[in-house]
């Protein structure tokens, strides 16, 4: 089992649709997690980051943490065709961050 | 202005030949990473730094070595260089502030996009 698990997608949705991103972890003890957009050729980019259970909005991003479920999601609001990108979901461990392999997000105008 | 530098942007070279990719950050932190990427596939750790004289090599082995002789500065090189060193490299730099909850927010370079023929 991997220890940052994300469906590699690719995640089709349409122009305006909210886009969901979902990101599973392993290690109990992570306490930082964080959100990338890489677009082809470039690149990661962080986007969004959160520390403690529930939501946290930055804009059109929404990043949700559920520690007990040791699961992590993004949602995209309002989805553009430039959003599309892979997303790649990292979670921290002993002050290296794990990635998650990604997951690839289409928005069709 | 803040910022995580990597030099060159591109570079092929052929077999054989000693290469030093350059990674600079003026962003004040403490800890720097290279990554290894090829194309559409999952970043690998190659080596990372906590500071000054302290190198680790990361999860994915690799026949290349890395420096850390000032805080800012972080080069990784390759004595000899093969084809299947052909990949995107990417350094990223983290920690600020010790303690502070966005001390392991990790911030990346360009990249260097290394082709060996």
């Known amino acids: 089992q991997k220890e940052v698990e994300q469906n590699s997608g690719p995640l089709s949705v349409p122009e305006g649709a909210i886009a969901s991103l979902n990101c599973t972890y392993s290690?109990?003890?992570?306490?930082?997690f964080f959100w990338y957009r890489q677009y082809s050729g470039k690149s990661p980019e962080l986007i969004m980051s959160?520390?403690?259970?529930g939501d946290k909005e930055d804009g059109r991003f929404t990043a949700q943490l559920n520690k007990a479920s040791q699961y992590v999601s993004l949602l995209i609001r309002d989805s553009q065709p430039s959003d599309s990108a892979t997303y790649l979901c990292?979670?921290?461990?002993?002050?290296?961050?794990?990635f998650g392999s990604g997951t690839r997000l289409l928005v069709r105008p | 202005e803040a910022d995580i530098y990597q030099t060159p942007r591109y570079l092929v070279i052929g077999t054989g030949k000693k290469i030093t990719l350059e990674c600079s950050q003026t962003?004040?932190?403490?800890?720097m990473y290279w990554y290894q990427q090829d194309p559409g596939m999952e970043l690998h750790l190659i080596h990372y730094?906590?500071?000054?004289?302290?190198?680790e090599k990361g999860d994915l082995s690799s026949e290349s070595t890395v420096s850390r002789i000032r805080t800012e500065h972080f080069p990784l090189t390759l004595e000899s260089a093969r084809p299947s060193h052909t990949s995107q490299y990417l350094c990223?730099?983290?920690?600020?502030?010790?303690?502070?909850?966005?001390?392991?927010?990790?911030?990346f370079g360009p990249g260097t996009r290394l082709t060996v023929l």
């Open positions: 990223a730099s983290s920690g600020l502030t010790p303690g502070d909850s966005s001390y392991n927010e990790q911030f």
């Open positions: 290690d109990r003890v992570s306490q930082s």
């Open positions: 959160i520390y403690s259970n």
């Open positions: 990292a979670v921290d461990s002993s002050y290296k961050l794990i």
């Open positions: 962003m004040g932190h403490d800890k």
């Open positions: 730094s906590y500071g000054v004289n302290s190198t």
